[in-house]
């Protein structure tokens, strides 16, 4: 690829920025469903993305063509965006960047067929149904991925890596006088094929199965505004939803953010700390560079209750005139990079759980979660509750399943009364759409919020 070449037709218009973005991915998927693995895919697909910014303004294009013609073509196109201005001179050579390595590879998955893969499926489903005699069905998928990147931009940057990712899902569905229950759960890391081991295997059927057992006796809880204490690990989703995306900075930029005049504020109690981190060793959110040649780093989006840090990507970063945080993220080469997060969590408090607990008279416990979604500009939030338990006079009660809660970024973190010492960085197989998608992590400590809107049976 002559990179150079590329380059200069990218800004043969006067842009001020350009990058190459060149990826080839290799993705396998298998699934087993009644007792058998009848389902397997291959996709094989690569290309090239250049862009080109001009202010706060980016001319994009792509293309899945090896052929020089077609990505200059490309280039061309892109170039488009700037249209004042000569041509932009060009680095005559790139300086490699030395990146860490938080996803060594000890077995590639192209060392691993499809046939090799299958018995760990067979041995999940085997395990699943030998767990309870109430199991009538499992659902099993084995996902991964092997991406190579190889990157260019005009300030002379350039890196090479390869990206591994790797997801283990199991739905469970048990049926006991009639009812029937299902419940899913996963793992996912940046890993080889080392990710498949025995200890995993037994850890998803006993998970899966316990907590599809659970929801037989839960029932929908009594909606109303009522204090909430939030499990640690996947309650992360809290911070996800009703902060992380509104902290992105595109949308600050934008002014469509809600936090967008609340930069050095407060925004929640004392001794909160907050991080977006792309270091985390093989996370499923975890990046050695990010997607625009900025090197992946621990980010506090909140520090000791203020706001102290946006995610930003190159262009909201030479807009608020500070330094990218390593967040320009892409799904592949046929999207542009946005400000995106990567493994969002809250780090640990003083309290305990169970003090949390106690201190409710009449509330809820939650520990399962999904689909959330959020509205930037107003932070109103909502996400779905699977499993849970009521809190009478600082005990848990009654199992509660199916439910949503409701709430408001800014409030939901004011209302933070009590954080607890035992974080959990939830290891599912989280994906962010924004647009585009992309692979994040996230986790919490227990935390109790005074006043959330459940809903629920009347």
């Not at 767990?131 to 002379?156: H, P």
Request: hydrophobic fraction near 35%; charge should be negative; charged fraction near 20%.
């Amino acid at each position: 690829m002559d990179s150079k070449k590329l380059l200069q037709l990218a800004l043969r218009k006067g842009g001020d920025y350009a990058d190459l973005f060149c990826e080839q991915s290799f993705s396998n998927s298998i699934v087993l469903k009644d007792g058998e693995v009848n389902t397997a895919g291959v996709l094989h697909e690569g290309g090239i993305g250049v862009r080109v910014v001009k202010g706060q303004n980016t001319g994009y294009a792509y293309t899945e063509s090896a052929l020089p013609a077609d990505r200059e073509k490309a280039a061309i196109t892109a170039s488009y965006i700037a249209d004042k201005g000569g041509a932009v001179e060009v680095p005559s050579h790139f300086t490699t960047l030395p990146l860490p390595n938080r996803y060594p590879v000890l077995t590639p998955w192209e060392n691993l067929s499809a046939r090799e893969k299958m018995p760990f499926l067979y041995d999940l489903n085997e395990r699943t149904f030998g767990a309870d005699k109430r199991v009538c069905k499992v659902i099993a998928q084995l996902a991964d991925s092997t991406s190579t990147i190889e990157f260019y931009n005009s300030m002379g940057d350039h890196f090479t890596e390869v990206r591994p990712l790797a997801s283990l899902r199991i739905t469970c569905i048990m049926e006991r006088n009639g009812q029937r229950e299902a419940a899913s759960v996963s793992r996912s890391f940046r890993m080889g094929a080392e990710f498949l081991t025995q200890e995993l295997v037994c850890e998803l059927a006993q998970e899966v199965t316990e907590k599809t057992a659970f929801l037989f006796d839960a029932k929908q809880p009594k909606g109303g505004v009522m204090p909430v204490v939030m499990s640690a690990g996947s309650s992360g989703i809290l911070l996800h939803e009703a902060i992380g995306h509104a902290f992105e900075a595109d949308f600050v930029r934008k002014n469509e953010s809600i936090f967008s005049d609340q930069m050095g504020k407060r925004i929640c109690k004392e001794g909160i700390h907050i991080v977006d981190d792309g270091t985390l060793p093989a996370s499923r959110g975890a990046l050695n560079v990010d997607d625009e040649g900025v090197l992946a780093q621990k980010t506090y989006m909140v520090t000791d209750g203020i706001l102290t840090s946006f995610l930003h990507d190159r262009i909201s970063a030479r807009f608020f005139n500070t330094t990218p945080t390593g967040n320009g993220r892409r799904e592949s080469f046929r999207y542009m990079p946005i400000p995106r997060m990567r493994a969002t969590y809250m780090e640990n408090g003083s309290d305990s759980q169970e003090s949390l607990i106690a201190s409710v008279k009449k509330g809820l416990f939650v520990d399962t979660f999904s689909n959330g979604q959020v509205q930037i500009g107003a932070g109103d939030f909502t996400f779905f509750v699977k499993s849970g338990y009521l809190i009478e006079n600082g005990k848990l009660t009654q199992p509660i399943k199916d439910t949503n809660i409701i709430g408001n970024g800014p409030q939901t973190l004011s209302e933070i009364t009590g954080v607890a010492n035992n974080l959990i960085i939830d290891n599912g197989a989280w994906t962010c759409g924004k647009g585009q998608s992309c692979p994040v992590s996230c986790g919490m400590p227990s935390v109790l919020i005074s006043s959330l809107t459940v809903g629920g049976r009347l």
